[in-house]
C-alpha cells in the first residue's frame, strides 16, 4: 500500500474502533490508547490520522448525520406527494436508519450531548441539516398556525431526538413501530393543516 493508503486504512480503523467504543462505554471513557488498541495501531499512528479524541469524534458523529441525511432525503424523494407521505416516509427512514444499529443512535443522539462542547457545532450544524429537511418538504403545504415553520422544524426534530433518547435508554423499550406512529403524530399536528 502507499503511505496515502496506509493513513486511510489506519482512519477508518480508527473510525470503527470508535464506533463501537464512543458507544460504549462512551466517548468519556474511552482513552486513546484503548482507541489504539482496537484499531491495532501505535499512538504514534493515531495522531497521524487525528488531532485528538474530539477530532474522531466529530468526524464520526459527522459520518453518522450525512448517511442519515442521505437516507432521508431519498425517502422524501420517494414519498407519495402528500404531507402525510413525507412525513411518514421521512420519520420512518431515519428512526429505522438510527436504529439498525444502536451504536448509531447512541452517538448521535446520547454521546453528542455527553460530550459537551466537543460536538456542539457539529450537533448545531446537523440540527440546521435536519430542520432544512423539514422545511423543504412542508414547504408545499399550509400549517395549522402562522408560526416560524424554520422553529416548528427545531421543536419536531428535539421531540424525535428525545424519542430515540427513550428507545436507547429505557429500561422498557418502545417498538420501532411505537417510535414511528409518535413522532409521525408530532410532526402532523405541528407541521399539518390543523
Given at each position: 500500500?502507499?503511505?496515502?493508503?496506509?493513513?486511510?486504512?489506519?482512519?477508518?480503523?480508527?473510525?470503527?474502533?470508535?464506533?463501537?467504543?464512543?458507544a460504549?462505554?462512551?466517548?468519556?471513557?474511552?482513552?486513546?490508547e484503548?482507541?489504539?488498541?482496537?484499531?491495532?495501531i501505535?499512538?504514534?499512528?493515531?495522531?497521524?490520522?487525528?488531532?485528538?479524541?474530539?477530532?474522531?469524534?466529530?468526524?464520526?458523529?459527522?459520518?453518522?448525520?450525512?448517511?442519515?441525511?442521505?437516507?432521508?432525503?431519498?425517502?422524501?424523494?420517494?414519498?407519495?406527494?402528500?404531507?402525510?407521505?413525507?412525513?411518514e416516509?421521512?420519520?420512518?427512514?431515519?428512526?429505522?436508519?438510527?436504529?439498525?444499529?444502536?451504536?448509531?443512535?447512541?452517538?448521535?443522539?446520547?454521546?453528542?450531548?455527553?460530550?459537551?462542547?466537543?460536538?456542539?457545532?457539529?450537533?448545531?450544524?446537523?440540527?440546521?441539516?435536519?430542520?432544512?429537511?423539514?422545511?423543504?418538504?412542508?414547504?408545499?403545504?399550509?400549517?395549522?398556525?402562522?408560526?416560524?415553520?424554520?422553529?416548528?422544524?427545531?421543536?419536531?426534530?428535539?421531540?424525535?431526538?428525545?424519542?430515540?433518547?427513550?428507545?436507547?435508554?429505557?429500561?422498557?423499550?418502545?417498538?420501532?413501530?411505537?417510535?414511528?406512529?409518535?413522532?409521525?403524530?408530532?410532526?402532523?399536528?405541528?407541521?399539518?393543516?390543523?
Amino acid at each position: 500500500m502507499s503511505a496515502e493508503q496506509r493513513l486511510a486504512d489506519r482512519r477508518e480503523r480508527l473510525m470503527t474502533a470508535a464506533y463501537t467504543l464512543y458507544a460504549k462505554p462512551g466517548f468519556a471513557a474511552t482513552t486513546i490508547e484503548r482507541l489504539c488498541s482496537e484499531a491495532r495501531i501505535s499512538n504514534r499512528a493515531f495522531y497521524e490520522c487525528f488531532g485528538g479524541r474530539e477530532e474522531l469524534l466529530q468526524a464520526l458523529h459527522e459520518r453518522c448525520v450525512e448517511e442519515s441525511l442521505a437516507v432521508v432525503a431519498k425517502a422524501l424523494q420517494e414519498a407519495p406527494p402528500t404531507l402525510a407521505g413525507r412525513v411518514e416516509a421521512g420519520i420512518r427512514a431515519y428512526v429505522e436508519f438510527a436504529t439498525a444499529d444502536w451504536r448509531r443512535a447512541r452517538i448521535m443522539h446520547v454521546e453528542v450531548r455527553r460530550s459537551g462542547d466537543v460536538l456542539a457545532m457539529s450537533r448545531q450544524r446537523a440540527v440546521d441539516s435536519f430542520s432544512r429537511l423539514v422545511e423543504e418538504a412542508s414547504a408545499d403545504f399550509p400549517q395549522a398556525t402562522p408560526l416560524n415553520r424554520h422553529l416548528v422544524a427545531l421543536g419536531v426534530i428535539g421531540g424525535l431526538q428525545e424519542l430515540l433518547i427513550e428507545w436507547l435508554l429505557s429500561d422498557d423499550q418502545p417498538t420501532i413501530d411505537e417510535l414511528v406512529t409518535v413522532a409521525v403524530h408530532i410532526f402532523n399536528r405541528s407541521l399539518g393543516p390543523g
